[in-house]
């Protein structure tokens, strides 16, 4: 049998893996599977309002004999599709480390540590950010860059998540993002886009 690879989203205080298979992974203010409830929403002038953070990985079983080199990677748009006015600092964002894999590692068997801490923030308000100076990410808000915007990860220049090696069934380390929500960003719905995820495997 051919490898099979799913998507998982992490929640609560113990980042519980809930599989996004068939489903559509949502920015939101709350941290648990959100539906259409508590939508990220535009702050008041003066104000930046932030997504609920969320943590994603990838599993992969079946047949294979390695897999390496995970990275993800979008088409550069979110910001200017979604309305986020990257020109006022609004955007996505992932969480980044200063060396080596800037993936969040989730497992203390696969990963040597596990260092997922839950989303939080003002729930149907706010979230806090990645690299909040006090209620951000523990793994990235010390880090001497902290954040990327993810429109910069682009197919010629992705984001090194986990190097591996893995033989056998597993779960990568997690990538870490964030909407920042200006002021003048565009009111509405916005269209599904895509995290893309390679990898090499054998």
Known sequence: MAEVATIYRLYGAAGTKYSLAGKTGRFCTQDSDPGLNNPCK?????????????????????????????????????????????????????????????????????????????????????????????????????EPEKVRDFDTCLANSPLLIDSGPYTDDFYSKAWVLSLKIVPTATYGAKSPKSVIVTYNIF
């Open 42 to 142: 535009i702050p008041p002038q003066g104000e930046t309002y932030y997504s609920y953070r969320t943590t994603d990985c990838i599993g992969i079983t079946g047949d294979f004999n390695q897999v390496r080199d995970i990275y993800i990677h979008c088409d550069g748009n979110f910001a200017s599709e979604w309305g986020l006015d990257s020109g006022n600092g609004g955007g996505l964002f992932v969480g980044v480390r200063d060396a080596g894999d800037h993936g969040l590692p989730i497992d203390v068997v696969l990963h040597g540590s596990n260092q997922y801490a839950q989303a939080t923030g003002t729930p149907g308000t706010t979230g806090h950010s990645i690299d909040d100076p006090t209620n951000g990410h523990p793994y990235y808000k010390d």
